[in-house]
Nanobody
Framework: VQLQASGGGLVQAGGSLRLSCAASGRTFVDYAVGWFRQAPGKEREFVAS????????DYGDSVKGRFTISGDNAKNTVYLQMTSLKPEDTAVYYC?????????????????WGQGTQVTVSS
């Protein structure tokens, strides 16, 4: 599975962005897909995850209520809708996938990774 993350950019605090994670090589059926982020000098942080078939989701505490993860089967794409953005959301955002039916929130358990997309939130 090849993953392509896109949609990052520069936005003011309080604004919104939608990230996309497109899969090529196969579909996301039977895969869990997650979003992680890494800011300079910090460890990679779990943001959100979705189970493709079941539609279950999970979020990191710092983004609950502001970010929403969703999927589009027809487009083999997972989205991360980010609202009420804060300067501390500034990071490189990565999407990842693992063939499993359950939720996955640990970076080490993901098998495939996209290249990352930069999100910068100005104050």
């Amino acid at each position: 599975v090849q993953l392509q993350a896109s949609g990052g950019g520069l936005v003011q605090a309080g604004g919104s962005l939608r990230l996309s994670c497109a899969a090529s090589g196969r579909t996301f059926v039977d895969y869990a897909v997650g979003w992680f982020r890494q800011a300079p000098g910090k460890e990679r942080e779990f943001v959100a995850s979705i189970t493709w078939n079941g539609g279950s989701t999970d979020y990191g505490d710092s983004v609950k209520g502001r970010f929403t993860i969703s999927g589009d089967n027809a487009k083999n794409t997972v989205y991360l809708q980010m609202t009420s953005l804060k300067p501390e959301d500034t990071a490189v955002y990565y999407c990842a996938a693992r063939r499993t039916y359950g939720i996955v929130t640990t970076a080490l358990l993901f098998e495939y990774w996209g290249q990352g997309t930069q999100v910068t939130v100005s104050s």
